[in-house]
């Protein structure tokens, strides 16, 4: 009985990227989330490997090391897995009850996803009905599979956490988006996410995901092109490309190595949209949002912007939340929040949530 009367909280959004941790704690008010407690740590070199975790307890010494400074003590957390290991599709169906569709998801499962169906886990979720069918109704199909969900939540409780909620990166980009910045009803709005090693893309229209996509582009790549020109290590590369050491290689060299990369950043990009268009052509982009610790280098939204023939703008949720300047000072908010976007959709779930 006690349980029907407990108090219902955010939890703790927790993501933990290949490069770094980042954590945050928000609390929901009738306008914008108020923000209570972030902080990022970098996670050591190889912690993940092609994208799957290949070191756990040194994964969870940092986030535990992190929680530790931030004197976090609540234990509750949602977490996300990478586009990579999930699965999304939108699909139509004849309209029916949740207990017809429950009994045709299982017995039909086969014929929508790409995995053997004892290999995922699955869920879905009735969107709306369907535009030109209306005696059919869209439905949203995610399948993530067993292995990652099964890493996240042994990984979280040598952490020390309980891993209340599994989420998937589109939907906690999508979800901080809403809270803060929040969706109109006109044109569709492009999330790009670009992290250390991998990017997510997602398409929304009306706040609802219509096309989401992983795009192998990444901040590491900048730093490796780096490495491979100069002939240095990956730690020198990275502090180069940081600006931490640059004025020690010629800054033509760098501004090539920049340039060319992040064509092909926006080339991948393209290519994604493109196929957006053609099975959503009449979903007009308005805007791309571009968010992720690699979003920060000079330039960046131009070059897309110039490239994509799309307002294109850096996505700051942090920005767009209520927090005191004494305790968070506004200058870091600037610079770590377009890191924070993911973390920020995850924390925004609440304990009552499954």
Not at 68 to 77: D, E, F, G, P, T
Not at 91 to 107: C, K
Not at 197 to 222: C, E, L, Y
Request: hydrophobic share 40%; net charge negative.
């Amino acid at each position: 009985m006690a349980a029907l009367f407990s108090k219902v909280e955010n939890l703790v959004g927790l993501d933990i990227g290949s490069h770094s941790v980042k954590i945050i704690q928000v609390r929901a008010g009738d306008d914008k989330p108020k923000l209570l407690n972030l902080g990022l740590a970098p996670l050591p070199k190889d912690s993940f490997v092609e994208g799957r975790v290949a070191k756990p307890e040194l994964i969870s010494a940092t986030v535990q090391q992190l929680a530790n400074h931030l004197k976090i003590k609540q234990r509750s957390v949602a977490v996300s897995i990478s586009g990579y290991d999930v699965m999304i599709k939108r699909i139509e169906l004849p309209t029916m009850s949740e207990e017809e569709l429950d009994t045709r998801m299982h017995a039909e499962l086969g014929q929508y996803i790409p995995y053997n169906v004892d290999e995922v886990d699955v869920d879905y979720q009735v969107l709306d009905i369907a535009k030109d069918r209306p005696n059919f109704m869209e439905v949203l199909l995610v399948a993530a599979k067993k292995e990652s969900v099964s890493d996240y939540n042994n990984l979280l409780k040598l952490s020390g956490f309980d891993p209340y909620v599994i989420d998937v990166d589109f939907f906690a980009l999508s979800n901080s988006f809403e809270a803060t910045y929040g969706f109109q009803d006109d044109d569709s709005i492009a999330l790009l996410d670009i992290g250390a090693n991998k990017s997510v893309m997602n398409i929304a229209a009306k706040g609802a995901p219509v096309f989401t996509r992983g795009i192998s582009i990444g901040g590491n790549q900048i730093t490796e092109a780096i490495r491979d020109y100069f002939k240095i290590s990956f730690e020198e590369a990275e502090s180069v490309k940081l600006g931490e050491s640059s004025e020690n290689y010629p800054a033509s060299d760098l501004e090539e190595i920049f340039v060319s990369t992040v064509r092909g950043w926006v080339s991948e990009c393209g290519r994604a949209i493109t196929f957006y268009y053609n099975n959503y052509p009449d979903n007009k982009i308005g805007m791309v949002y571009l968010s992720g610790g690699s979003c920060r280098i000079p330039g960046l939204d131009k070059v897309f912007q110039e490239n994509l023939e799309l307002p294109v703008e850096i996505y700051n949720p942090i920005s767009q939340t209520l927090y005191d300047p004494k305790q968070f000072d506004p200058a870091y908010i600037d610079y770590i929040g377009p890191q924070m976007a993911i973390a920020l959709g995850l924390a925004l779930r609440k304990t009552k949530e499954k």
